[in-house]
């Protein structure tokens, strides 16, 4: 059950740091820190595990470059992330003032 909440938790995190950026795009390391910044504890596996979930949904595009991965919003993942929309799957925003 806390295992399934943190990674609701972290996909909800990776999604809002990237309808925040610009060009909704952000690379897996600087999402690590953003996450674990947040106070959801991420590794490099749990990362790409979400990323690549996320991936499989439509909410983002993964782009693997070898040195380098970088994920990008879709339209259906910005809207997760703002709480327009839900996914199972991913936590739903909450309420902010």
Known sequence: MADR?????????????LEKSS???SNASILID??????????????FAALAWLDEQ????MVDHGHLV????TARGADVATGRT????????????
């Not at 909440?5 to 740091?17: G, Q, S």
């Not at 953003?34 to 990362?47: A, E, I, P, R, Y």
């Open 5 to 17: 909440l943190l990674t609701e938790h972290r996909r909800l995190a990776i999604l809002r740091h």
């Open 23 to 25: 060009e909704f795009t």
């Open 34 to 47: 953003v996450v674990n910044g947040v106070g959801v504890g991420t590794n490099h596996d749990q990362m």
């Open 58 to 61: 439509e909410l983002i595009e």
């Open 70 to 73: 970088v994920a990008v919003a």
């Open 86 to 97: 839900t996914h199972p799957g991913v936590k739903r925003p909450t309420a902010r003032r």
